[in-house]
């Protein structure tokens, strides 16, 4: 079915993928390390912005430095994503009227300007670890156990979030009152697929294929989230 998807040895771990790994562990901790101080200390938009850019700021270093395809092109991917995801924001700011982002930082349509930005980080973090084991585990092992992650991490990062003043959501059944049911579904569904999408990605992928996957991407999360507030919201 998938051409291009072969499965390799999950015992091996070649120093390419080390340093790739060593990449994704690296801004995942200083993600969470920035957030919780923002949570901490309250600190809003501004810290969101600037832990963004300093994270942009690593992954640019680390492909000046590596020329590494696949990560440049999951980059690519992600920052594709980031504004095809803005749809999706529009639906929880202004349709359903349940995402609420304090005033203060210039808007991209009803978003943050930094959140496409943003975006693009996770889908190089989230991305890889979904495009790497899905070459070990199989794509359907892989699925399974992002759609769990996915529905696990959100509650923490949701709840960062709110306490740090970048967002918060209201007037939908919510976990602890912080993170909606239909949010925590959503970034399940979000999460299932992403194995699927990003298992094409090669070091030769084209600009038109990634194109095309970073827009059934940014359909799919605009679905996901439209279902989950449906069943849930």
Request: glycine share 8%; charged share 15%.
């Amino acid at each position: 079915m998938w051409a291009w998807y072969r499965r390799a040895d999950p015992m091996h771990l070649s120093p390419v993928d080390r340093r790739r790994w060593r990449l994704v562990s690296v801004t995942l901790a200083l993600s969470f390390a920035f957030d919780l101080v923002a949570a901490w200390f309250s600190l809003g938009w501004t810290a969101a912005a600037a832990s963004t850019g300093v994270l942009l700021g690593i992954i640019g270093v680390y492909l000046a430095r590596t020329r590494d395809p696949i990560v440049g092109r999951l980059l690519a991917f992600g920052l594709m994503v980031g504004f095809g995801e803005l749809p999706a924001d529009h639906f929880g700011v202004v349709t359903t009227q349940t995402l609420v982002y304090p005033p203060g930082p210039p808007l991209i349509w009803d978003s943050p300007f930094y959140m496409p930005f943003a975006w693009s980080i996770i889908f190089v973090q989230l991305g890889f670890v979904a495009w790497w084991l899905g070459r070990r585990w199989g794509l359907r092992e892989t699925c399974v156990a992002l759609a769990i992650f996915g529905g696990i991490n959100i509650p923490i990062y949701e709840f960062l979030a709110k306490y740090a003043d970048y967002w918060f959501y209201k007037d939908t059944p919510m976990l602890l009152g912080v993170t909606p049911y239909y949010v925590i579904l959503a970034e399940s569904l979000l999460s299932l697929a992403l194995p699927l999408v990003v298992a094409p990605i090669s070091e030769r992928t084209r600009v038109g294929l990634l194109i095309a996957l970073a827009a059934a991407e940014s359909l799919w999360i605009f679905v996901a989230g439209w279902l989950a507030f449906s069943l849930v919201g």
